[in-house]
């Protein structure tokens, strides 16, 4: 992992179609998907905190953005189960 790079993950409860759309547009440019609204990466506090912003932003009252960050303690506990794309592996790229 990149000095300064955890693992991060974003979920996000908008009810407009359009600001939705926008939100996931937002995050697919700085994570992969793994579900329809969660999102995860590795990056920088400052980098996550962009894109949070970016994505806030976008809020009406009713909706929510959640943004877990997760040190090397809690990643070695987390757990994939199911057919899913698996945790974000460290290094720069994912290969299919």
Do not use: C
């Not at 991060?8 to 600001?19: E, H, L, P, Q």
Request: charged share 30%; no cysteine.
């Amino acid at each position: 992992m990149a000095r300064g790079e955890m693992l991060t993950v974003f979920s996000y409860d908008i009810g407009a179609n359009r600001k939705r759309r926008k939100a996931a547009a937002i995050l697919e440019e700085a994570a992969s998907r793994v579900q329809k609204s969660v999102f995860e990466t590795r990056m920088s506090r400052n980098r996550a905190e962009a894109v949070a912003q970016r994505v806030a932003a976008l809020l009406d009252p009713g909706d929510s953005l959640r943004v877990y960050v997760l040190g090397a303690d809690g990643e070695t506990r987390s757990r994939v189960f199911g057919d899913t794309v698996p945790l974000e592996p460290e290094g720069d790229h994912w290969l299919f």
